[in-house]
Each structure stands twice: as C-alpha cells, then as structure tokens.
C-alpha cells in the first residue's frame, strides 16, 4: 500500500484565518443573496469560505467584502460541512479587482520569517 499525499496546486502561501465577511451574489436558483460567511484561509489571490447558506457552483462569481473594501471572486469548487447543511467554499480573486486583506497579508509576511522567502505576487507589493 503506497503512501497517499495531498497534492497542493495552489501558486502561493496560504495564511490561516478566522474572521468573519460579507458575501453577496446569485445561487443556483437565480435567487439573490447577502449573509456573513467566516473565512479560514487566505493569500493574495483567494480564500476557503465556511458557513454559506446559499447554494453555489464551481464558476459562480461572488462579491466579498472586509473592513470597507470589496473584491469579486470565483466560485474554484464546494463541498458540504460536516453538518451537511452549511457549504465551504475555494473563492480566487478576480484579477481587476484589489485583494481586501492585503494588508493583514502584508503583516502577516513580515512578521514570519519562512513567509518572507515566498515571493509576493506582482499585485501586492
């Protein structure tokens, strides 16, 4: 039996989190939205998204707004919670859009050492 790993394809450092956002958009039944959602991870191009009520697709765009500032993401893919009734979510920026918690990011790279050597994407400097 051979050994499983976890393939990463993500481009960037990923930074755990735990704060809350607004998120808005369309759902699967044409119905608009607007709740709270926590974020879990983040980088300068995306974020995991837990405790969404509405139901969402892989491409779907969603708005997300932190602290005054808004960003449009896509929907990269969902999955159920562990209580079946709430989706987690991969969010990735829209490029034309700035990355709400670039700052806290920003932070984040200086204080951490191993972070330092990852290079920050052209965007965020």
Not at 10 to 22: D, G, K, M, Y
Not at 32 to 51: C, K, M, P, W, Y
Request: overall charge neutral; hydrophobic content about 40%.
């Amino acid at each position: 039996m051979g050994i499983l790993r976890r393939i990463d394809r993500r481009s960037e450092p990923r930074t755990h989190a735990n704060f809350s956002v607004t998120v808005w958009g369309v759902d699967t039944r044409g119905q608009r939205f607007l709740q709270e959602a926590q974020v879990r991870d983040i980088s300068f191009n995306g974020a995991l998204l837990s405790g969404i009520e509405a139901d969402l697709r892989c491409g779907d765009v969603i708005g997300v707004l932190y602290l005054g500032r808004k960003a449009r993401y896509r929907i990269v893919w969902v999955r159920y919670d562990d209580g079946g009734d709430k989706i987690q979510a991969a969010i990735h920026r829209m490029q034309a859009d700035p990355c709400p918690w670039d700052e806290l990011l920003k932070a984040e790279f200086a204080a951490d050492p191993a972070l330092r050597q990852a290079e920050l994407p052209p965007d965020s400097r």
